[in-house]
């Protein structure tokens, strides 16, 4: 006997597709992220004792989810519900570092001063930074629609 032939023109095996999760679960992943942030923020309202230093850790909490947040946006580009929060935890944590330096009776007005000039400063970098790139993915929109062939 002889073996049977390979067919002539063998076909690829078609790649697995990806596992698509639940909205279930996907409601569950957001329930539990809510609940893990407002625990931090709940801990440092309650735990730490003095009002600026409150202010302060959630500046720096603010911050740190707001990098998270764009960090998921850049891997997403959900522009629906990502950037909005990453844009929000940027306005706590820099409301909160404002607050924390001006609520703040130990230092001197100078010292004030300059650190509101170099949170300012780091705000307007921030913003023109968040501009320039939103620019930027416009010019690339408006370049890709220009590469479709209509029939």
């Known amino acids: ?7 002539a023109n063998p076909s690829p095996a078609a790649a697995p597709a990806a596992p698509r999760m639940s909205s279930v679960v996907l409601y569950a992943i957001l329930a539990i992220a809510v609940i893990v942030i407002a625990a931090i923020f709940g801990f440092i309202l309650v735990y730490v004792a003095p ?3 409150q202010l302060w850790w959630m500046g ?3 911050l740190i989810f707001a990098l998270l947040f764009y960090m998921i946006f850049a891997s997403t580009h959900n522009r629906t519900i990502v950037m909005p929060l990453a844009g929000a935890f940027f ?5 909160s570092f404002y ?5 703040d009776n130990v230092s001197d007005a100078l010292n004030k001063l300059i650190l509101i000039v170099i949170e300012s400063i780091f705000v307007v970098v921030v913003l023109t930074a968040i501009f320039m790139m939103s620019r930027g993915g416009e010019q690339d929109k408006v370049r890709k629609s220009q590469r479709k062939v209509t029939p």
């Open 99 to 103: 607050g924390s330096i001006l609520s």
């Open 51 to 53: 009002f600026t230093a």
């Open 91 to 95: 306005v706590i944590g820099v409301g």
């Open 1 to 7: 006997m002889q073996p049977a032939s390979a067919p």
């Open 60 to 62: 720096v909490v603010g």
